[in-house]
Each structure stands twice: as structure tokens, then as C-alpha cells.
């Protein structure tokens, strides 16, 4: 027996999908409840339109996603190229020892892998140490 998660009802766990992710092997949420579901969101007009198009071949494969990502890539870094300067050199410091990566964050004092903030990127190696949350808060507000 086995309780959903959605509706609260204890069921048999014949009445849950198999799920190898799962603890007991069995979908947290049973069979009614999951189809209910599934109906709800095909009615959707993003889904349904995207059904449509992989029924047709047309939908994009994960293959062109990564092309597409790796030439914005490729721009940006040439649309940058005093960014990537900056990045270069603090990496090369770090690995020739010039500079140090501190262990917590400058801003909120959490411990952690820091990343190099440049507030200036024409001071090259004048960084502030962030993690990841803080960072892009930072790049948020620019």
C-alpha cells in the first residue's frame, strides 16, 4: 500500500506506474492521478503545438541545440573579446600562482568555490570573490 502524493488515497501498489527513481520502484503519484495530469497539460497550446511538430519530424534535436549554444558561443566571446582577456588572465594567475581563490564569498560570507567578479574589466586582475548566487545577482542588477 502506498499513499498518492496528489490525491491522499492509499492504494495498492498496482495502481502506481514503475519508477526506478523511486525508493519503492513505484511513482509517487498513481495511476489516475498521473493520467488526469497528462490530459490537463496536453490541452496546453505550447504542447500541443510541439506534439504536432514532432508527429511531423520537425522538433529540434538536442544535437542542434548544442550547435545553436555552441555558436552563441562563439559570438559572444568574439563580440567580448576584452571579457575573455580579463578571464584568461585571472586564470592564468591563479594557476601560476599570482593570485589566490579565498574559500567564501566576499558579499554574503558563505563558504564555498568563489567565482572572479570584474567590476572593471580594463583592471584585469581586480576581482571580487562571489559564489554563484551572489555573482549573478550582480550581473542582474548591471
Known sequence: M??????G?????SAFYKHAGMKDGHLNICKDCTKLRIRK??????????????????VRSQKTDRTRR????????????HKRK??????AALKGGKIERPN???ECLTTCKPEA????????LDVVWLCTKCHAKKHWKE
Open 117 to 124: 567578479h570584474h567590476p572593471d574589466y580594463n583592471k584585469l
Open 9 to 13: 488515497i492509499r492504494r495498492a501498489l
Open 41 to 58: 497539460y496536453g490541452k496546453r497550446p505550447e504542447v500541443r503545438k510541439w506534439d504536432r511538430e514532432r508527429r511531423r519530424g520537425v
Open 104 to 106: 567564501m564569498c566576499s
Open 86 to 91: 580579463a578571464h584568461g588572465k585571472v586564470s
Open 70 to 81: 555552441n555558436e552563441q558561443g562563439k559570438r559572444w566571446s568574439k563580440d567580448n573579446l
Open 2 to 7: 502506498k499513499a498518492c502524493r496528489k490525491c
